[in-house]
């Protein structure tokens, strides 16, 4: 099926836009991640060997070559018809982001997944993808992070939640924040928020980090 025609161009292009080459990448890989785990709660080895390779690659810049093995190996395993999620519109999105180049099509194969798996319609799906980039995107009237409130647990915390990809330690985040003297609701209303899904290239804990992110590619 071609889900190009489910997302626009323009769309796509503004989206990519805004958020920089690194950002848009790691909104694929976890929006990629938000498909398998809400609500099968699980990844298939092939696919999280790819998206590990993939989110080196988008933070370092390097072992390109690694996500090409990745993807074939993935694809390999997806195009054996004996497997049950051959035609998974999820498996469909994350095969075209592993492929690197097709940033328009996975963009488009993840809001059909979106749609699919949770039974909504494009432009919900859309939404839903939206507010998952919003956490990637730094509201203009939020003020920069101060050094002084870079303190060395905050750091670590912001490091540990990032190389395991689990984020539910956001709370404690703002907290530490907060005692280190921050005080802008920007930054403490988003670590507190708990609709909020928080993946990688969230802007709170980038800031944090400040560039310094995990290049062990077994993170």
Request: hydrophobic residues 35%; neutral net charge; glycine residues 4%.
């Amino acid at each position: 099926m071609d889900t190009t025609s489910w997302v626009p161009e323009e769309w796509v292009k503004e989206f990519a836009r805004k958020m920089g080459e690194r950002r848009f990448r790691l909104l694929l890989a976890g929006a990629c991640r938000y498909l398998f785990y809400h609500p099968r709660g699980f990844m298939r080895k092939e696919a999280e060997d790819g998206l590990r390779a993939f989110e080196h690659f988008v933070d370092t810049g390097k072992n390109k070559s690694t996500v090409r093995n990745a993807h074939r190996r993935f694809r390999g395993a997806w195009i054996d018809t004996r497997r049950p999620w051959r035609n998974a519109p999820d498996y469909t999105a994350l095969e075209k982001t592993l492929s690197i180049e097709n940033e328009m099509e996975a963009i488009a194969d993840i809001v059909h997944a979106i749609a699919k798996r949770h039974g909504i319609s494009r432009n919900q799906a859309e939404r839903e993808l939206a507010a998952l980039a919003s956490d990637l995107n730094q509201p203009e009237e939020c003020t920069d992070l101060e050094a002084t409130w870079r303190t060395p647990e905050i750091v670590d915390l912001a490091k540990a939640m990032y190389s395991s990809r689990d984020f539910r330690q956001m709370f404690q985040l703002a907290d530490l924040l907060q005692e280190s003297g921050c005080v802008d609701d920007s930054i403490l209303n988003h670590c507190r928020d708990p609709q909020r899904v928080h993946i990688r290239g969230c802007w709170v804990v980038d800031a944090i980090l400040d560039g310094s992110w995990s290049v062990d590619p077994k993170c």
